[in-house]
């Protein structure tokens, strides 16, 4: 007589088995400095720092490369890369699906002398990622998001008409005054803030912040709407043109949060630039000084975003 089938039993294993197959959450090393996060490396030359930026790209720096002896190959046309996933393995980081990151010359980088390249959004873009801004943790294959969750909502990536995936900058709405306002989330957003800025932002004018951007013709909008919210004028030590508004209040996925200081920038950086590169309008971008207030999870498989207080 042929033995019953167990499809109780087989249930559980292949449900075993796809759980293993998993990959389980863990947790980053990582720096949170001004609301911006740098991953801490070991090497040869001491740690490495990155900064992890979801809008950028992967790149070293020229000294690092040659003070970390970090393992290199360059192109038929002269150009060096850094293997980089031998050195994020070192860091039990993930990897890249192409294991290179270009060298630049370190007066090309833009970064802070201590802080010796970049991960950008190649890196993030194969993951689902936690960013608690509150508890200062990166979390990488953080559980799948459910478009059912509350606070949670679709993020734009540009795609090919079949659907591929072209980039992995992420787009979503924020709301002021009412006024939907699509932007990037960009956790590499920064800004040097002269000492007049400085002062008032409680800063102490000597490091690098998070920041987050709105175009001229927006900023202008809530400047002549709302003469009370306070307004800086050269606020960048770099960028001598740069404006500051403080909006009160920004809503994000149903939530208001704030202050938030925006910095001005011109039409033409979003309204052409981005827009081109996420293949939809886009008006500016929010940064570690507005993500602050939240815990954010970026579910780039599934196209997803939750932010919770």
Not at 30 to 59: C, D, M
Not at 121 to 148: I, K, V
Not at 183 to 212: H, N
Not at 240 to 262: D, S
């Amino acid at each position: 007589m042929a033995s019953k089938f167990n499809f109780t039993a087989l249930a559980l294993m292949l449900f075993t088995l796809a759980g293993a197959a998993q990959d389980a959450a863990f947790e980053l090393d990582v720096e949170f400095r001004n609301q911006l996060i740098y991953t801490q490396i070991p090497s040869a030359g001491g740690t490495l720092q990155f900064l992890a930026n979801t809008t950028g790209g992967a790149f070293v720096c020229e000294s690092a490369m040659q003070e970390h002896a970090l393992p290199s190959v360059a192109d038929d046309n002269g150009n060096q890369f850094v293997k980089i996933n031998e050195v994020l393995e070192t860091g039990a980081l993930p990897t890249l699906k192409r294991n290179s990151a270009l060298v630049l010359p370190d007066g090309q980088a833009n970064l802070e002398k201590d802080v010796h390249g970049m991960l950008g959004q190649s890196w993030f873009g194969q993951f689902c990622w936690n960013f608690d801004y509150r508890s200062e943790m990166l979390t990488c294959h953080a559980p799948a998001l459910s478009p059912l969750e509350a606070n949670t909502i679709p993020v734009d990536f540009k795609e090919s008409a079949s659907g591929n995936r072209i980039s992995s900058l992420p787009r979503i709405f924020i709301e002021v005054d009412g006024m939907p306002i699509p932007v990037i989330l960009d956790s590499g957003a920064r800004m040097r803030p002269a000492k007049t800025a400085a002062a008032i932002l409680g800063e102490t004018g000597e490091e690098v912040i998070a920041a987050s951007f709105i175009i001229e013709s927006i900023f202008e909008q809530w400047e002549q709407l709302h003469p009370d919210w306070r307004v800086i004028e050269q606020a960048d030590a770099e960028l001598g043109n740069v404006r500051m508004i403080e909006v009160p209040q920004v809503t994000i996925a149903g939530q208001k949060a704030g202050p938030v200081w925006f910095c001005s920038r011109p039409d033409a950086n979003y309204v052409q630039y981005y827009s081109r590169m996420c293949g939809s309008d886009v008006e500016g971008a929010l940064g570690g000084n507005a993500l602050q207030y939240f815990s954010v999870t970026i579910d780039y498989p599934n196209k997803l975003a939750k932010f919770e207080q």
